[in-house]
């Protein structure tokens, strides 16, 4: 049986560094918001969020995600209704997608919310990555080309390091790269020996 290894980090942690990483040493790695994002664009869910946002967030049939975005924003309750209609979708096609990698002997779930989606309830083992809050606004900033401003709202909005690495296996220090690379070196090294023994 397939072994699922979550990953999660705030913004600007480097998760997608992380993600990268060991896709590189052949893991097989479920990206989330990428996931998400082509999954919007099937019919059931954009007639689902049509149904609750109306048609102010299309334009000539497509969906406008940012102004989906500035709905949900600052909307606790709109943002709850969206996740209800995204969230299911992504995790049915979560649940194929492994099936289509069940004779590996573990996967990556890579989730910047799977604490906060409840997600972390289905992986066997958790990797938090955490970085300095200095280091991970500059990274947004030039990234998103977003304002300080921006990038301190979302992090408020998540669970902070803390809180997730008291309910993760592994914590990864993302400051360096070389150190990272060791990090995801130990990991695999142990996931291996546990595998082998189980």
Known sequence: MVKIIGLTGGIGSGKTTVANEFASHGIPVYITDQEAKKIMQSDTVLNQVRAEFGDAVFENGLLIRERLSEIVFNDSDRLAKLNSIVHPAVR???????????????????????????????????????????????????????????????????????????????????????????????????????????
Do not use: M
């Not at 990556?108 to 970085?131: H, P, Q, R, T, W």
């Not at 977003?146 to 990864?172: A, C, G, M, Y």
């Open 92 to 198: 049915q096609h979560f649940k194929q997608w492994t099936l289509e990698h069940q004779n590996e002997p573990f996967i990556i779930y890579e989730s910047a919310i799977l604490f906060e989606s409840g997600s972390y309830k289905e992986c066997d083992f958790i990797i938090n990555v955490v970085a300095p809050l200095e280091i991970r606004i500059k990274r947004v900033i030039a990234r998103d080309k977003t304002t300080r401003e921006k990038v301190l709202e979302r992090i408020k909005n998540q669970w902070n390091d803390e809180e997730k690495s008291s309910k993760s296996d592994f914590i990864i220090e993302n400051t360096s790269i070389e150190a990272l690379k060791l990090e995801i070196v130990k990991i695999l090294k142990f996931l291996r020996i546990k595998q082998t023994n189980s």
